[in-house]
């Protein structure tokens, strides 16, 4: 096992154009990153680890609309 599984860029240079983040931007909450993972029901990044559950309602989502469309 590898404790660098994630790369953990700081900020600066995931996101140096100060990009919005969070929910529905394409970016992690955490980090900034636009390195990201989904699924139907959850997202995380690949960059700093943190994955983000269905704790809400809405579920959090990657970018709005994304498996409404249609
Ligand atoms: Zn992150």
Redesign the pocket.
């Given at each position: 096992m590898s404790n660098n599984r994630?790369p953990?860029r700081p900020p600066r240079e995931?996101n140096p154009r100060n990009e919005p983040t969070g929910h529905f931007t394409g970016?992690?909450?955490?980090?900034?990153?636009n390195?990201?993972w989904d699924d139907n029901l959850t997202y995380?990044?690949?960059?700093?680890?943190?994955i983000y559950w269905p704790d809400g309602n809405p579920a959090p989502r990657l970018v709005p609309n994304r498996y409404d469309a249609g």
């Open positions: 994630y953990n995931v970016r992690c909450g955490m980090c900034g990153s390195d990201l995380g990044c690949n960059n700093c680890g943190k």
